[in-house]
């Protein structure tokens, strides 16, 4: 299938610093080496791929480059015994869309160790509903769970809660029975958070506490945190003793303005979360999660669904904080 032509939404640096998006036609050599090759049917807009988009040398070194770190669809190609033509997968994280091409293309060509098989449970569209954003989701609370916070030992706060990471977070903590309380800088999309099954919304304003204190007043018993600064700096002041603080984002800020006092004289801990290269074994078994007692009800209410002509506005909107929920891409 080498002189087969698809589509795909391409970055290009035109000149130095100067990046230009665009939907081009690619051929099977444009893509990487690899042993899969997928038939992408759907992707997501994660805050990562604006990054890409929009030339963040963090994220992309390279262009021309088609971004996209997710990636649900049917296997076309595969030299791996693992797997087959006609194989439903997920492919999400590892170096997918930052500098090996991405999801925002008809086609992808990726190792065999980076391929997820899907969940009996979940169709190619509600796996990339959830996508990286809602696997960094389940994965915050897998940890909460793993470190003894359960329902019954009270309050789990969720920072940045409209985001894609947030929104997910709120409606699987709810399924799960937990008391959510969502932090929000969109106060006017209460009930969206409500909906989702969040007990109380709080705004962003009421989230973050610049007294300089070094302990505030104890009301978590986890915390969901994904824009880090002074909102996760009050959430961890916040915390009961012996709570669990999750932290995956830094929307807000990538310091932490914070003294050693919670971790010491409250045992509150703080938990790592990263996505990009979780093990095989832990991403199926929270995948498997996604598509069974997590698989939540609301999924098609978070869903905003767009084509590829669409990214262009939609990376614009998750760069100043705006988007609610979670941003489908359909390739099919
Ligand atoms: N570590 C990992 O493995 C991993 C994986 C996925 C994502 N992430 C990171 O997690 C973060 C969230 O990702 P996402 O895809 O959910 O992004 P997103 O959809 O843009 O959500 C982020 C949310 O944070 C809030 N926010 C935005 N700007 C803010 C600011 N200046 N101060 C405080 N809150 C702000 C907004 O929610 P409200 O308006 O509701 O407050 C926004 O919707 C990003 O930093 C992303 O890079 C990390």
Redesign the pocket.
């Not at 920072?159 to 947030?166: H, L, R, S």
């Not at 995956?248 to 807000?252: P, S």
């Not at 979360?273 to 990009?276: F, K, R």
């Given at each position: 299938m080498s002189n087969q032509t698809f589509t795909a939404y391409v970055v290009d640096e035109v000149e130095k610093g100067v990046f230009e998006r665009n939907i081009k036609e690619r051929t099977m050599d444009d893509l990487p080496e690899g042993n899969v090759v997928v038939r992408v049917h759907y992707s997501s807009l994660?805050?990562?791929d604006a990054l890409s988009a929009t030339g963040n040398k963090g994220v992309t070194r390279n262009f021309p480059h088609s971004p996209g770190v997710d990636a649900s669809g049917v296997i076309e190609e595969s030299s791996d015994d693992r797997f087959s033509p006609g194989q439903e997968v997920i492919v999400h994280g590892y170096d997918l869309g930052c500098n090996t091409s991405g999801g925002f293309s008809e086609y992808i060509r990726v190792p065999a160790d980076w391929v997820v098989p899907m969940p009996e449970g979940l169709s190619l569209r509600e796996s990339m509903i959830f996508g990286?954003?809602g696997y960094?989701a389940a994965?915050s609370v897998q940890r909460l769970e793993e470190f003894g916070v359960t329902p019954e030992k009270g309050e789990v706060l969720v920072?940045?809660?409209?985001?894609?990471?947030?929104s997910v977070a709120v409606a699987i903590l709810a399924k799960a029975g937990y008391n959510v309380v969502a932090?929000?800088?969109?106060t006017d999309?209460a009930q969206f958070l409500l909906d989702l099954g969040a007990k109380e919304v709080i705004s962003?304003d009421d989230a973050t506490d610049d007294s300089g204190r070094p302990l505030l007043k104890g009301r978590w018993s986890g915390v969901v945190d994904?824009?880090?600064?002074e909102?996760l700096a009050t959430a961890i002041k916040s915390t009961n003793p012996r709570g669990i603080v999750t932290c995956?984002?830094?929307?807000?800020s990538a310091d932490l303005p914070i003294n050693v006092f919670p971790f010491i004289l409250r045992g509150v801990s703080l938990v790592g979360?990263?996505?990009?290269d979780s093990p095989m074994e832990q991403r199926q078994k929270i995948w498997q999660r996604m598509a069974s007692d997590w698989k939540i009800d609301t999924l098609e209410d978070l869903t905003t669904e767009i084509t590829l002509q669409e990214l262009d506005t939609n990376i614009e909107l998750?760069l100043k904080?705006?988007?609610?929920g979670r941003v489908l891409v359909n390739l099919s």
């Open positions: 994660n805050y990562k990286t954003a960094t994965y920072t940045g809660a409209t985001g894609g990471v947030g932090s929000t800088g969109k999309q962003r994904t824009v880090g600064g909102i995956c984002g830094n929307v807000a979360i990263d996505s990009q998750i904080g705006g988007q609610k």
